[in-house]
């Protein structure tokens, strides 16, 4: 296999609030179970994919900058093997996140799309929303107030104001859910599939009694599938009556308490993908 060569791009700091080492660790786990494999792969950061530094053909990325994607789009168009699709990781901007996983009938928050210089606490108070969490809209999270928890109508508009006044144009507003959060992450067309709950005493135990973890299972796949992406993760809430919710669902995360397996998994699914278009 050492004619095939791999590109692994970096995600640019930016885009990687609070978790610049983790992101590179997951990719520099990928790139080495790649080598193990045969493969050349070459790390690029971001800026330098950005400013066209990449020849490979097939690329592994990790890429959030708006400025990446299209370059992304027109390798994949030109016939260039790109994981996750440039198009998959457009769609995880959480506006179009939204209305995708809404759209196919994924069980997400009831949710509104708003400018955010409009007025929205009568809307939400006709909705019945009191407590919500408002997220940017038109771009990837870059800070931690990027999304926001309000407790009711009136704080909600005030926090749209702040949002306006930072220069964010578009902001999704999700109904919150009470119950217990849930985080996962998956691989497609592989068995392998992590799940915990963080706040449990035991956070990889069974959880709710009545959650049914292949239900779940099987609804991320269709969620990432949905969105283009083929290396996902995420968060969900489980009510105590076993029904869940995803919350968010995000292109190649940093797998942080399955590093190992993950990476294992990320290069058996870019071999495979490789020998299918061999």
Request: glycine content about 6%; hydrophobic content about 45%.
């Amino acid at each position: 296999m050492s004619s095939i060569k791999i590109a692994a791009i970096l995600r640019a700091a930016a885009y990687s609030p609070n978790h610049i080492g983790n992101d590179a660790a997951i990719l520099n786990l990928a790139a080495e179970q790649l080598r193990k494999r045969g493969c050349e792969v070459r790390i690029y950061s971001e800026e330098q994919f950005i400013a066209g530094a990449v020849e490979e053909r097939f690329i592994l990325h990790m890429c959030r900058d708006r400025r990446s994607f299209p370059m992304l789009q027109k390798l994949e168009d030109d016939g260039a093997l790109v994981v996750n699709s440039g198009y998959g990781v457009e769609n995880c901007i959480r506006e179009r996140l939204a209305r995708i996983l809404i759209g196919s009938g994924i069980p997400y928050p009831e949710s509104i799309m708003v400018d955010t210089n409009q007025t929205v606490a009568a809307r939400l108070d006709a909705m019945g929303i009191s407590r919500a969490w408002i997220k940017k809209g038109e771009m990837y999270a870059c800070h931690k107030e990027d999304v926001t928890y309000v407790r009711h109508s009136t704080e909600a508009q005030e926090m749209l104001q702040e949002y306006f006044l930072r220069g964010i144009r578009r902001a999704v507003i999700n109904r919150h859910i009470d119950g217990l959060k849930l985080k996962f992450y998956g691989i497609a067309g592989s068995e392998w599939f992590y799940h915990s709950f963080p706040l449990l005493d035991n956070p990889e135990g069974p959880g709710p009694e009545l959650f049914d973890i292949d239900d779940f299972r099987l609804t991320a796949a269709r969620a990432a599938a949905a969105l283009d992406i083929l290396i996902y993760g995420g968060d969900a809430i489980v009510t105590p009556d076993g029904r869940f919710t995803i919350i968010d669902i995000n292109d190649f995360p940093t797998f942080a308490p399955c590093r190992n397996e993950a990476a294992a998994e990320i290069a058996r699914l870019l071999l495979r993908l490789i020998k299918a278009r061999r």
